[in-house]
């Protein structure tokens, strides 16, 4: 890393999705991503920014390449190097605080609350999964809010945690208690980071597979492979409600066959876009 430097990411919006983007420099270790739009031109551009290594146009061309296989042509990439005071809160000024399902707000710290009476969480951009700007991640706070809703649970368990904003959604919306899971120790830290920040409490571990005991309602927004692989074990969690996600509504038959085989029915599915929750009960 060369002190007081980032290398900026430019990439037209025309060729990539917003969450392709962000999953395509999460592999490259981004510090942060965002999309802006032209007010004029109304044109959108991806943008991320990265620790400059010692070798920049090294960098570039990894990433360059990076995008060409992925499909961008060489013509819509573009980079910038960005001194300290530039980029250190570049990144900040295309987040913004966001409505979800009728009564959550998710926001970073540097947003402003909601103005009306939704429930107010808080949570950063950072290394960690899950900020409520993923379509997953949005059907899983809707799916939460409606089961707390319908018949509010006393546990949850979330699988594959990420941030933790699941958990801490559940907990704000009046579950008791929640035990959140991920292969990942910054996750895994970050889950009981932001539980303090939201006012809430909740048990973080580290783990592969789903752990011991029964949950009332049981989330797991993870990937399609991952959700097959971990059904048998996934299903004996699950007291009365289950909520998949972070799969592609083509790949929702597959998903479903192993959980439909241990005994669980579905109650119904909801899509955004490509991506898909599913809800089903014990």
């Not at 007081?4 to 990411?9: I, P, R």
Request: glycine share 8%; charged share 20%; with cysteine.
């Amino acid at each position: 890393m060369q002190a007081g430097k980032c290398l900026e990411l430019r990439i037209s919006a025309d060729f990539m999705s917003e969450d392709d983007f962000f999953a395509f420099t999460e592999t490259l270790g981004s510090l942060g991503a965002s999309l802006e739009t032209d007010a004029k031109s109304g044109l959108s551009t991806h943008v991320a920014w990265f620790d400059v290594e010692p070798d920049e146009q090294l960098q570039r061309a990894e990433i360059a390449a990076a995008a060409l296989l992925a499909k961008v042509p060489a013509k819509a990439v573009s980079f910038n190097s960005l001194a300290e005071q530039d980029w250190s809160t570049a990144w900040q000024k295309d987040w913004h605080g966001q409505p979800v399902g009728d009564s959550l707000w998710v926001r970073p710290s540097f947003c402003p609350a909601p103005a009306d009476d939704r429930i107010d969480i808080v949570l950063d951009p950072g290394m960690a999964f899950g900020t409520g700007t993923h379509s997953t991640t949005r059907l899983c706070l809707q799916a939460i809010e409606r089961i707390c809703r319908d018949e509010k649970p006393d546990s949850i368990l979330d699988m594959g945690a990420g941030s933790g904003l699941l958990a801490i959604a559940a907990l704000k919306l009046g579950v008791t208690s929640a035990l959140a899971i991920d292969i990942e120790e910054e996750s895994v830290a970050a889950c009981s980071e932001n539980a303090a920040i939201n006012g809430v409490s909740l048990v973080a571990e580290l783990a592969s597979t789903p752990p011991g005991g029964v949950f009332d309602l049981v989330v797991a927004n993870i990937l399609a492979g991952p959700l097959i692989d971990m059904a048998p074990a996934l299903s004996t969690c699950v007291g009365r409600t289950l909520v998949l996600s972070g799969l592609l509504v083509s790949q929702a038959e597959s998903v479903c066959k192993p959980y439909l085989d241990a005994g669980l029915q579905i109650q119904r599915s909801d899509s955004e876009g490509e991506w898909m929750a599913i809800t089903l009960q014990r």
